[in-house]
């Protein structure tokens, strides 16, 4: 390991904070990492990891010496000179993004400290400037995050790329930044502040739209007897359009997609822009998430008194994280319509169980499916691609799976008895929505 490097102060220990405390660590940093949750820094300070992100346990473990956690904030201004704020910026009820935790932190800082302010927290653009107004004498950086849950550990050690906004007068600051980042590779991309702003929620919000367009193409094949799978593959060839992002479901959700489109479409309606566009992209997933309750009265009629086994909650697979997931207002939907909801995910049980009352928590997906009239999947986790379908289809009082990640091969499924519908997916035998009677 490299020697000692120049100390890094992060403030926000959640995903973005303690990834990139525990990466600078293994770089070879010294990390003091400030959270305002006293429980939180007590079991980091313990040796217990407070998030499920593959990898993260390890890099915490073997960096321990390089890492400190504190709330106190002295402590962080003492130990480092860049200051990487990770704090949360949620939505407010406006819809716009909430600034307050960035505001506070703005607040404990003074000019003249000698400290550089490297925001990570994904703000809006203009924030940069509103905080070098009020912040005159300390410099400032716009660093945003990009890195995905799940694969986060691997996103920030090897980034396509890292963007660093600084403005005039600042770029020295710019520069011991791209430092740290050099030897992570990924391009380094150089700007002023409001384009690296508008960098991270214009990127989030293109993959929204991807999301939102292939979901509406699905929804189109289903009609006309299309395969969306078929389609995909052939539109992703076009190396204009790309691969990625071309696969459809039951609507995106997690902590920043959801948010940051409907910051940005805020903020544009705040300086005066009517982003038509991000209004659709946002009622496509909204009502994505809902076509599933319909595909299953589709099969079952009335969903009254209807057992629903739904196989994952997490956004997505390898994080426990709950915001925004599809799975909350799919349950709340199957309940609204008079369903009684049981549910397995491989990590993010504990934490659903607060957020998803109504619903009966199993230990694993077969004891999930017992006795369910159906089955949705809903977070494509791996295990469930090697579940023993025919014996769920044993235990089940229906074997009927609504597959909302086009996870699963349909041809095995419909072998071990399963009546299987994904999105947008042609399976041999069924007739298209557009041509039934
Ligand atoms: N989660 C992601 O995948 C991801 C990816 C890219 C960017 N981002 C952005 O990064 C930011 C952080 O996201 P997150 O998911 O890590 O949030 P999070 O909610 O997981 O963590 C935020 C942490 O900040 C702490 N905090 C709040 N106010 C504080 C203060 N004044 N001082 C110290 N700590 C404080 C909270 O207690 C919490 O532990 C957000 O702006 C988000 O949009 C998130």
Same mark, same amino acid.
């Given at each position: ?91 407010? *009820? ?7 935790? *960035? ?55 090897? =980034? ?16 011991? *930044? ?45 009609? *006309? ?22 696969? =459809? ?46 595909? /299953? ?12 086994? /739904? ?89 009927? /799976? ?36």
């Amino acid at each position: 390991m490299s020697q000692e490097k120049e100390p890094i102060g992060v403030i926000g220990v959640g995903w973005v904070g303690l990834v990139t405390a525990a990466c600078f660590a293994e770089v070879g940093h010294r990390v003091v990492a400030r959270d305002i949750l006293p429980e939180k820094v007590e079991a980091l300070s313990r040796g217990e990891i407070t998030i499920h992100e593959p990898g993260l346990a390890e890099l915490l473990a073997r960096n321990a010496e390089r890492l400190t956690f504190t709330t106190d904030m002295g402590e962080l201004l003492e130990a480092a000179s860049l200051l990487f704020v990770c704090v949360d910026t949620p939505p407010t *009820v406006s819809g716009d993004a909430d600034l307050s935790r *960035v505001r506070s932190v703005v607040a404990e800082l003074s000019a003249g400290g000698g400290h550089t302010l490297v925001m990570k927290s994904t703000v809006p653009a203009g924030t940069g400037h509103s905080i070098r107004r009020d912040l005159p004498g300390v410099p400032y950086v716009s660093c945003p995050e990009f890195l995905k849950e799940g694969s986060a550990v691997e996103d920030f050690m090897h =980034p396509d790329r890292v963007v660093i906004g600084a403005d005039a007068g600042d770029e020295a600051s710019g520069d011991a *930044v791209a430092r740290l980042y050099e030897p992570l590779g990924g391009e380094i991309v150089r700007t002023d502040v409001a384009s690296a702003e508008m960098i991270k929620l214009a990127s989030n919000a293109f993959l929204a739209t991807k999301i939102s367009f292939v979901n509406e193409i699905a929804n189109v094949c289903e009609e *006309v007897g299309a395969d969306v799978a078929e389609v995909a593959r052939g539109m992703g060839l076009d190396q204009r359009i790309g691969p990625a992002f071309l696969r =459809p479901g039951i609507g995106y959700g997690g902590s920043c997609f959801p948010k940051d489109v409907s910051a940005l479409k805020m903020l544009a309606g705040n300086s005066g822009y009517h982003f038509q566009l991000l209004n659709a992209v946002i009622e496509v997933n909204e009502l994505q998430k809902r076509r599933v309750v319909g595909k /299953l009265q589709k099969h079952l009629g009335s969903l009254l008194g209807k057992r629903v086994a /739904l196989l994952g909650l997490a956004f997505k697979p390898h994080t426990d994280d709950m915001r925004e997931a599809s799975s909350l207002v799919l349950a709340a939907r199957l309940e609204g319509e008079g369903a009684e909801v049981a549910a397995y995910d491989p990590v993010a049980g504990d934490i659903a169980r607060g957020l998803l009352g109504g619903v009966e928590f199993r230990d694993s997906a077969l004891e999930a499916l017992d006795g369910a009239d159906a089955a949705i999947l809903v977070t494509e986790w791996p295990e469930f691609a090697e579940l023993d379908w025919a014996a769920a289809a044993e235990r089940m009082a229906r074997p009927l /799976l609504i597959d909302g990640r086009n996870f699963l091969d349909p041809s095995l499924l419909k072998g071990a008895g399963f009546e299987y519908e994904g999105i947008g997916r042609v399976v041999e035998g069924s007739v298209p929505a557009g041509t039934a009677d």
